[in-house]
């Protein structure tokens, strides 16, 4: 006799009465007469009992349900309750003492949730139930159909590691097929025992039990137990308490994937937290950022302008000129710094156009190789010649900041420093929850790939890299902004970075830029300008005092006359009472009371012709291109050197 289940509605469906579909028609209908039947939640102790007292409807039987759909007849359902009685009687002749075995163990499985250890406490029983000498376990593969065997006993036990058996081959195959247990008396005279078998596990089989493990009427594999202990063969009894311990191991089994599928999902619901965390630190320092910039530019702007007017009136051979430049060229890396400050918050403008990576990687090379010392060699393999849309300069930093990080973490020893490009294809993987494939969409990425053989970074310092002003250098060696910075715009170019470190074998970052196939445009070499005075009115705002007086300094020396105000609503009314007498405007953005632009709008509106250049320390609000929509004849950003000022007005006034 082939047992499947003692359950009525599986016995129809294995003897082909009615089919799968027409079983859960037909389940669903009874449990929602049960749902209906079933007493409210909020009644106390005493009505429940009150409740239950009482006559009701009664939920009507499986079969009843079938035979009222028109599945079968009662002719038809009478075989299949008769089975189920025979089956009952057989459970009920068990040994008492197998079948308490059976089911202790059952709840013995169903103590954990770790799939390793029901697994293996599911090896470990169904010998001690069945008395066999080994015993297989096969997961059923969804996607494929095939059962894949897992924690198989047995001498060749560790070499079973993913072996797969297609459905419907083999005495296993035959039960996933059919959802039926198999008793193989003599496996060497069985058409259906696959003899390959006894190669993999190192037994040699004589007789098997196999099993199909079921939840919820649905296959997850099957249970296989080989070899009585005795010599003798598998027997109903046997089968029967392997199928009711089989049961318990599917639920097992269901709970612990059901376990480790929820663990997953946590873990990928706090990564997200993490990421949101991390986005919304760097937004705040971002915009902490802009509000420094914008009153460091002004700073920097006074002490630039102070000291290029000091240059003005020093000999250019003299002690005095060549301190004043040696102030310029520090005032210069503090506007760099704040550069990069701005590039991290991603507040900086950036001037897209396709670019052809290798070539600026191949210039920042050069200027690295002047300053790097000897005992560092610098190997590159940047022949790729992929197009990406970006901001060359900005590129260029990423180059720069990355090699030079390199550089010092092998300042003791020295070493390769390996610098190179390729094009790789980003295919999405759902399953990749911490790869480059869980923050970049599917296409074709330009990685530039730089390797050092320096110390390596320990794992507390790989997770505060990119935060800004973190350092572990000493003093005087770094700001702790440049891995920010390229941090900032790799992420504002939509790239991703990639970090490997281990202390004592180095480190290497990966970026990844999404690659175009437009032709990058032809680079243009920038001419010599000269830029002359001349002798017209100008009206410069600024609420910076020290400001308008440094900007007034300028155009003076260049025979302009300069008429200054610290004050935009004083400035309005001065150009009001005389806006002929005014031949450009120089105006400051941000200002109190009246924004140099809404200023400048009403000066417009009083005279359209008057040419207006729009300054700015750092502006949300306002960019290059914006201001030159709205009509103003320039745009300078702080802080702004004194040729940069004379060549603006002198095009304003051109109306060049």
């Known amino acids: 006799m082939n047992l499947n289940s003692h359950l009525l509605g599986d016995l129809l469906v294995s003897m082909g009465t009615i089919s799968k579909g027409q079983l859960e028609e037909a389940l669903a209908f009874q449990q929602g007469f049960i749902e209906e039947s079933l007493p409210e939640a909020d009644l106390d102790r005493t009505e429940l009992i009150s409740r239950g007292r009482r006559t009701t409807c009664p939920v009507p039987k499986l079969g009843k349900i079938l035979i009222d759909k028109g599945y079968l007849t009662e002719d038809q359902l009478a075989p299949a309750l008769e089975i189920q009685h025979q089956r009952a009687t057989e459970l009920s002749r068990l040994d008492n003492h197998k079948l308490a075995t059976a089911l202790e163990v059952g709840f013995i499985i169903n103590s954990t949730i770790d799939l390793v250890d029901v697994l293996s406490l599911i090896m470990k029983y169904a010998n001690i139930v069945t008395d066999s000498v080994a015993s297989t376990l096969m997961l059923l593969d969804e996607k494929t159909g095939e059962l894949v065997f897992s924690v198989p006993t047995g001498p060749n036990a560790d070499q079973l590691e993913d072996i797969r058996i297609p459905r419907g081959k083999g005495v296993a195959g035959w039960v996933a097929e059919n959802e039926q247990y198999l008793i193989v008396e003599d496996a060497e005279n069985d058409d259906r025992f696959y003899s390959g078998v006894d190669d993999m596990t190192g037994i040699r089989t004589q007789s098997l039990l196999c099993i199909p493990m079921k939840s919820k009427r649905k296959l997850i594999g099957v249970l296989e137990v080989i070899n009585k202990k005795d010599g003798g063969s598998f027997s109903e009894d046997d089968a029967l308490l392997l199928s009711i311990f089989s049961h318990h191991a599917a639920i097992a089994i269901e709970n612990a994937l059901l376990f480790n599928s929820m663990q997953t999902r946590m873990e990928k619901e706090k990564l997200i937290e993490q990421k949101i965390a991390e986005s919304e630190r760097l937004r705040s320092i971002g915009t902490l950022a802009g509000g420094i910039a914008h009153d460091f530019n002004n700073i920097l702007s006074a002490i630039v302008g102070y000291t290029e007017l000091a240059q003005l009136e020093s000999e250019k051979d003299g002690r005095p000129y060549a301190n004043l430049t040696k102030v310029l060229g520090a005032s210069n890396r503090a506007r760099d710094l704040i550069s990069q400050i701005l590039t991290f918050s991603r507040q900086s403008e950036k001037i897209s156009k396709p670019i052809q990576v290798n070539l600026v990687v191949r210039e920042a090379l050069k200027l690295l190789r002047a300053s790097l010392p000897r005992t560092i060699e610098i190997r590159s393999d940047i022949d790729c010649r992929s197009v990406i849309m970006g901001d060359s300069t900005q590129i260029h930093q990423v180059i720069m900041n990355l090699c030079t990080n390199a550089a010092h973490a092998m300042d003791r020893e020295g070493g390769p420093l390996a610098v190179s490009l390729s094009e790789v294809e980003i295919e999405q993987d759902p399953d990749d929850m911490h790869g480059i494939t869980a923050a970049l969409n599917p296409g074709s990425y330009l ?42 715009i790799v992420k504002n170019h939509g790239g991703d970075i990639q970090v490997t470190s281990e202390p004592g074998k180095g ?18 070499t920038p001419k010599a300008v000269d830029v ?11 609420d910076e005092i020290m400001l308008v007086d440094v900007a007034k300094g300028r155009l003076n020396a260049l025979g302009y006359r300069v008429t200054i105000e610290t004050d935009s609503i004083q400035a309005l009314e001065r150009f009001k009472q005389g806006p002929d007498t005014y031949d450009l405007v120089v105006t400051d953005m941000s200002m109190p009371v009246m924004t140099g632009d809404k200023m400048a709008r009403e000066i417009m509106s009083v005279r359209p012709d008057i040419p207006v250049i729009l300054t700015t320390g750092f502006s949300r609000e306002m960019s290059e291109e914006l201001a030159l929509k709205m009509g103003f004849k320039g745009f300078l950003t702080k802080p702004m050197r004194f040729n940069d000022l004379a060549l603006a007005v002198r095009k304003a006034l051109d109306g060049s």
């Open 447 to 488: 990685r530039v790939e730089v390797k050092d053989s320096g110390e390596g970074m320990p794992a507390y310092v790989m997770e505060r890299i990119f935060d800004p002003f973190f350092t572990t250098k000493e003093k005087g060696r770094g700001t702790g902004m440049g891995l920010a910075v390229v941090h900032g």
């Open 507 to 524: 480190s290497r970052f990966d970026i990844y830029f999404p690659v175009i196939e437009r032709d990058p445009e032809p680079g243009e």
């Open 532 to 542: 002359p005075g001349g002798t017209e009115h100008v009206l410069i705002v600024d």
